[in-house]
């Protein structure tokens, strides 16, 4: 199972499910409205993909039916409360991130941060690595993203903000070393169907 966290609009997840029709993809973000014209498309007409689903939850209150099922998990080009969470500001998200992940499961994180968005730079591995260990995940690695990195994201919001080309991102993986909780795909599979998400108040977290 993969998870997108802050999956925004959710095109990742579709791109995802599409490319790998026996892996079950899950976007999860705050943001019902944002993801729902991709739910919609993810489970109507020919082209519907029933591996891709979604879910409205915070990152730090993921669903407890995900809880050490996702055996890769990625974030791209998280904002506000999620950014300064993976920054290691927020022990809630990182929490959340680690009870999503199964044990020895791989994470991704695309991050672009300019002065003038007046959001904290990204710190050192030295800073960030001891607050992942703090959860169970080990920062195995922290460097400039390629371009092909950027664009294998298949994120709008990169898109929108010119990222790899005209802003730098940094490419962070990291791996959960915890232990998974008894828990099943297959309960997953079976009880989550795919309805559009109902709509809330937008928090957009990333895409």
């Given at each position: 199972?993969?998870?997108?966290?802050?999956?925004?609009?959710?095109?990742?997840?579709?791109?995802?499910?599409?490319?790998?029709?026996?892996?079950?993809?899950?976007?999860?973000?705050?943001?019902?409205?944002?993801?729902?014209?991709?739910?919609?498309?993810?489970?109507?007409?020919?082209?519907?993909?029933?591996?891709?689903?979604?879910?409205?939850?915070?990152?730090?209150?993921?669903?407890?039916?995900?809880?050490?099922?996702?055996?890769?998990?990625?974030?791209?080009?998280?904002?506000?409360?999620?950014?300064?969470?993976?920054?290691?500001?927020?022990?809630?998200?990182?929490?959340g991130?680690?009870r999503?992940?199964?044990?020895?499961?791989?994470?991704?994180?695309?991050?672009?941060?300019?002065?003038?968005?007046?959001?904290?730079?990204?710190p050192?591995?030295?800073?960030?690595a001891?607050?992942?260990?703090?959860?169970?995940?080990?920062?195995?690695?922290?460097?400039p993203?390629?371009?092909?990195?950027?664009?294998?994201?298949?994120?709008?919001?990169?898109?929108r903000?010119?990222?790899?080309?005209?802003?730098?991102?940094?490419?962070?993986?990291?791996?959960?070393?915890?232990?998974?909780?008894?828990?099943?795909?297959?309960e997953?599979?079976?009880?989550?169907?795919?309805?559009?998400?109902?709509?809330?108040?937008?928090?957009?977290?990333?895409?």
């Amino acid at each position: 199972m993969a998870v997108d966290l802050g999956t925004g609009d959710g095109r990742h997840v579709l791109a995802l499910a599409a490319r790998h029709p026996d892996t079950l993809a899950i976007g999860v973000d705050a943001n019902a409205a944002a993801m729902a014209d991709s739910s919609r498309r993810a489970w109507r007409g020919r082209a519907a993909l029933p591996n891709a689903l979604f879910a409205v939850a915070a990152a730090e209150r993921p669903p407890e039916a995900l809880h050490g099922l996702a055996g890769s998990l990625t974030v791209n080009f998280p904002w506000g409360s999620l950014l300064r969470g993976l920054q290691g500001e927020n022990d809630g998200v990182l929490a959340g991130v680690a009870r999503l992940m199964a044990p020895g499961a791989e994470g991704r994180i695309l991050i672009s941060v300019v002065p003038r968005d007046g959001m904290p730079p990204v710190p050192p591995l030295s800073e960030l690595a001891p607050a992942y260990e703090r959860h169970g995940l080990d920062l195995v690695e922290m460097r400039p993203a390629t371009r092909e990195e950027v664009a294998a994201s298949g994120s709008s919001w990169a898109k929108r903000l010119r990222a790899g080309r005209e802003r730098p991102v940094t490419l962070l993986r990291f791996r959960a070393c915890h232990k998974a909780p008894a828990s099943f795909v297959s309960e997953v599979w079976t009880h989550a169907p795919n309805p559009p998400p109902q709509p809330t108040s937008p928090s957009r977290q990333a895409g």
